[in-house]
């Protein structure tokens, strides 16, 4: 059977995965789906907090409830809790009664925020947060494309965000016009659990506003730098000597469910000069980028990616040179399965999990004796600490 990465292989729970943007995150709980569960996000007395979506007493949503200072109220029975996932009261059980030694909310490993977005990581992750330099130099401006849902599974469209050999076909009316079909070589460079990817080319770059009056050409050198750290955190930073100017794109994924992907793209420029216009006209144009592969990466028949042959069978899919970064994507994703256990044993053990959990009447990765699987894990570093 082929190996594939999916939207819902419980490996990826190894990782930082974004769930919201921080604007979405405000006064009460905010209900989120990553890896097929459902998930709770909530600011208690400012503190960002990450909870498996139910409630330990009778498995109601504590998306449905409300946020009281420093904890969060369920909706059902009124059980409260506080960050750590500890429930401080029970009303039913009436003032001074101890609560159940198993009452307890089912926390993540880590929740933070960095690059205006809300993370999760459920179990301790193989690698950090990607970074983002631009975000902190003076004279790039920033906007965010509406964040958008896909069909496509998030290591799919990751694999095509690191592509360039489908510029000239997918994108002829955008960024791939007049592109030469042929992709040079070029370097893929390890970067702790993920890689950097380093190439020159010529390419159109219509958004050059000297190029309509004929001060510069259409077709321009361009020096790319993808950063890629797993699972599915992305960046590019687009040089173009001949026009002096610098673009970065930060891509970053949500696995949601098993047919559905949620895509956050931040542009971040340097030629824009604060103009507002500008600033939306860039945003218009870097959606119609990701339409024309959303249009495309939906029509595929994959329930994940491949992640190539192990030994006994040829891998699905046949790759040649210019597919050196897409080769690099599956070997890290290959690894994050093997680290933490193959994807098929992994996947039946959590089903496994999941129904045992059901029948006990706890949440998946609780426990017997109520503890959850973040107890297990190392403290987290300031950065991973909640808020």
Do not use: K
Request: hydrophobic fraction near 40%.
């Amino acid at each position: 059977m082929p190996r594939r990465l999916r939207n819902t292989t419980s490996a990826l729970r190894h990782g930082w995965h974004p769930v919201a943007r921080s604007a979405e995150v405000r006064d009460e709980p905010v209900a989120v789906r990553l890896l097929g569960q459902p998930w709770v996000l909530a600011r208690l007395d400012g503190t960002l907090a990450a909870f498996a979506d139910r409630c330990p007493h009778r498995l109601a949503p504590l998306s449905a409830g409300r946020v009281d200072g420093q904890e969060i109220v369920c909706a059902y029975h009124g059980w409260r809790f506080v960050v750590s996932g500890e429930c401080t009261a029970v009303p039913a059980l009436g003032a001074g009664v101890p609560t159940p030694r198993r009452a307890r909310a089912v926390a993540a490993w880590g929740v933070t925020e960095r690059h205006g977005l809300v993370w999760i990581a459920p179990a301790e992750p193989v690698a950090d947060l990607i970074e983002l330099p631009e975000a902190d130099q003076a004279g790039f401006d920033s906007v965010w494309l509406t964040p958008v849902r896909s069909s496509a599974p998030a290591a799919l469209l990751a694999d095509n965000f690191l592509d360039t050999a489908h510029f000239p076909f997918v994108h002829a009316a955008t960024i791939g016009a007049g592109e030469d079909t042929v992709v040079p070589p070029y370097r893929v460079t390890p970067d702790g659990a993920g890689f950097t990817v380093r190439m020159e080319q010529e390419v159109a770059n219509p958004e050059d506003p000297l190029v309509g009056s004929g001060e510069h050409p259409l077709i321009q050198r361009r020096w790319s730098t993808y950063g890629y750290q797993p699972p599915f955190m992305l960046r590019l930073r687009l040089e173009y000597p001949d026009a002096a100017t610098t673009n970065t794109i930060l891509f970053c994924l949500q696995p949601e469910d098993e047919r559905s992907t949620r895509i956050y793209t931040r542009l971040l420029r340097d030629d824009l000069g604060g103009d507002e216009t500008r600033i939306a006209q860039a945003a218009r144009f870097e959606q119609a980028v990701l339409d024309e592969d959303l249009a495309l990466q939906e029509r595929f028949d994959l329930d994940g990616l491949p992640l190539g042959g192990d030994g006994s069978q040829p891998g699905e899919e046949v790759s040649i040179r210019a597919d050196a970064a897409g080769v690099a994507l599956r070997r890290a994703l290959a690894a994050l399965v093997d680290t933490v256990g193959g994807a098929d044993g992994a996947d039946r053990a959590d089903r496994a999990d999941t129904r045992a959990s059901d029948a006990a009447g706890r949440p998946p990765g609780e426990h017997p004796g109520g503890r959850s699987e973040p107890e297990f894990r190392r403290p987290l570093s300031r950065d991973q600490r909640p808020g």
